[in-house]
Structures are given as C-alpha cells and as structure tokens.
C-alpha cells in the first residue's frame, strides 16, 4: 500500500512564502516522479509541478514559474515545494502525486495522492 502524506499549509499574507511537504512510504519509488497539483474552489484540478527525486527533471506551470523551488530528502522519502512572491490565485488545496514523466515534457498522474493541505493567500 503505497501512502503519501501532506503537510505544511496554512495561512500566509500577499507576498508571503510557504513550504510544502510530502513524504511516501510503501515501496520504491524511484522510477516515478512526484507532481503537485491544486484545486481551488470552483475549479478543475491543475498541474503545478513535477520534480524527480533526482532533481534532473522539472517542470512547472506558468502560473508559479519562477516563483516555486523543489527539493527533495530521498533519505526521509520526501519531496519539499517552496513557493514563494504568493498571490490570492494560489488559494487552493494542494495535493502531491506519484506520477511519470514523460519525453514529451508532459506529467502523466499515477493512482495515489496525498491527501491535501490548504494553503489560503490572503489579500
């Protein structure tokens, strides 16, 4: 059984900076990548980010581009998204993904999530 577990979403003010976190456990997973994405109210899930745990691929939405940074511990299984320079638009529940990349350049989501956290921008 293969678990992902969020943490570290909360209230930050316009401007602000906050730090995701996502740990898995159950088996190997370093074949795969891992992806965040994000649900605001009212909308459609949407892509954010990918890293693999080697760090030498990425991707991001234009959305946060320049404005994100990921890291990972792979000794603790864990994938870090740091975003920063936040706007009301990232207001949303954010979720990491075990997932493949592919040679196209595009995230393809595998079956486990995380289970959300909620990061709130306020204006």
């Known amino acids: 059984q293969v678990h992902l577990v969020e943490s570290g979403g909360g209230l930050v003010p316009v401007g602000g900076s906050l730090t995701l976190s996502c740990t898995a456990s159950g088996r190997n997973f370093i074949n795969q990548q891992m992806g965040w994405f994000r649900q605001a109210p009212g909308k459609e899930r949407e892509f954010v980010a990918t890293r693999s745990w080697s760090g030498r691929t990425t991707e991001s939405a234009d959305s946060v581009s320049g404005r994100i940074t990921m890291s990972s511990d792979n000794a603790k299984v864990t994938m870090y998204l740091q975003m920063n320079n936040l706007k009301p638009d990232d207001t949303a529940v954010y979720y990491c993904?075990?997932?493949?990349?592919?040679?196209?350049?595009?995230?393809?989501?595998?079956?486990?999530w995380g289970q959300g956290t909620q990061v709130t921008v306020s204006s």
């Open positions: 993904n075990l997932g493949i990349y592919l040679v196209d350049g595009q995230y393809l989501p595998g079956e486990y």
